[in-house]
């Protein structure tokens, strides 16, 4: 067996004649476990945050979204749906046709946002998940978000007070202007079928009515369009969709996926996880600090023992090395220990939700093996570092002075 990996475990399992050192480093090891539980915990926590907040954005977006490269709008071509449509890994498409809307119901007004979509739209978008109130029926009907309901006091079928739409109409280029007597927006009724809610900004933001019915109210020809949803298959290879979509379009327009639809929002959250990392790493490091203070009060206690191995023929960087095994194995091992008890309390948290944010909502935590690697990795890069720092203290003149 390797001698001062040896060493370092009989010194590891065995018993010190000082009180005062046993008592260290059974603190020191304590600390170690309380760090690395804490930090796996506060890595779950912000893995389990993370995902609840994109699963409301990821309820409404595709998995991957084109649109076009100038302007608001770009033709789709017979030819380009059928190439389309025989992409490997695409599922469903669904073509959607969007523009900013005056809406009014009972002298009450908003400004948001019509979105005409398709038959497939909800083949691509899990809608009948987010429906609030009513059902999803865009046949005469539209479907329109909670925010927006409550704003102009809405009711599902009030075919009394049906909702108002109000577009600008566009300028003529040949004309110059608009004719005596016309109105220079379009305007038209509607009814409301459900009530979405997926989040407060979305649900305040959106009205969906047939693809066909938005393009009459914006004067489009049915083969203009504001945006291509696509479904893709398990496993489906995202870059080259995306490249082989832009081909088919001829360079036109730009494909997203859902991390480049919500950048913000992904930029906002993987900061706030670096920042706690960082601030929980800095915990590690004070407990670190301890293993240090550990070890070299273990090298003073062990001097005599050192100078015989020492003469006995090891050298002064075999002994060293014997002190850093032992850190090495403290930090290991606790941290081990303490990603099995935090393991256990999320676990608990994922099954029971003893933790709760309010009644009927628990706290999000979620277990990954990234966070696992994460934090193994840390702590054995500190322990590397507390342990060498420590083993330095073994030396020709302590060894001498034994």
Do not use: C
Not at 76 to 99: D, H, M, P, R
Not at 126 to 141: F, H, P, Q, R, T
């Amino acid at each position: 067996m390797y001698v001062p990996f040896y060493i370092a475990k009989r010194y590891l399992l065995a018993k010190s004649s000082q009180n005062a050192v046993n008592l260290i480093n059974y603190m020191t090891f304590f600390v170690v476990v309380i760090g690395a539980a804490a930090l796996f915990i506060v890595l779950s926590g912000f893995s389990g945050l993370k995902e609840f907040s994109l699963s409301f954005s990821n309820s409404f977006d595709p998995a991957l979204k084109v649109l076009p490269k100038s302007g608001k709008y770009f033709e789709l071509t017979s030819a380009q749906e059928n190439a389309i449509e025989s992409l490997k890994g695409v599922a469903f498409y669904a073509k959607e046709i969007e523009e900013k809307v005056y809406l009014s119901h009972r002298e009450k007004s908003q400004i948001a946002y019509l979105k005409g979509v398709d038959q497939n739209y909800r083949k691509v978008i899990a809608v009948d998940s987010v429906i609030y109130a009513g059902n999803w029926n865009l046949s005469g009907e539209s479907v329109v978000g909670i925010g927006l309901a409550n704003t102009l006091s809405l009711s599902i079928q009030d075919y009394y007070s049906p909702l108002k739409i109000l577009i600008p109409r566009p300028l003529k280029k040949k004309s110059g202007g608009m004719g005596f007597g016309s109105k220079p927006y379009t305007e038209a009724n509607t009814t409301i079928s459900g009530v979405y809610a997926i989040e407060a900004e979305i649900d305040e933001k959106y009205l969906f009515t047939s693809l066909d019915f938005a393009q009459q109210l914006l004067e489009k020809n049915p083969r203009e369009i504001s945006a291509l949803n696509l479904k893709l298959n398990a496993g489906a290879n995202e870059d080259l969709i995306s490249l082989q979509l832009s081909q088919i379009l001829l360079e036109k327009v730009v494909v997203k996926n859902r991390a480049q639809l919500n950048s913000g929002l992904y930029k906002m959250l993987n900061t706030e996880n670096i920042a706690t990392y960082l601030i929980f790493t800095l915990v590690l490091i004070v407990a670190l600090f301890n293993l240090v203070g550990a070890l070299i009060m273990m090298i003073l206690d062990k001097k005599g023992n050192s100078k015989t191995l020492f003469h006995m023929g090891l050298s002064i960087r075999e002994i060293r090395r014997i002190y850093f095994l032992q850190g090495l194995v403290v930090s290991i091992f606790g941290g081990l220990i303490g990603i099995g008890v935090a393991s256990l309390l999320i676990g608990s948290q994922m099954v029971f939700g003893w933790l709760r944010i309010s009644a009927s909502l628990a706290y999000p935590v979620s277990f990954e093996w990234f966070n696992v690697g994460v934090v193994l990795g840390t702590i054995s890069v500190l322990g590397v570092l507390a342990s060498w720092v420590a083993s330095l203290r073994v030396n020709e003149k302590l060894i001498k002075t034994a």
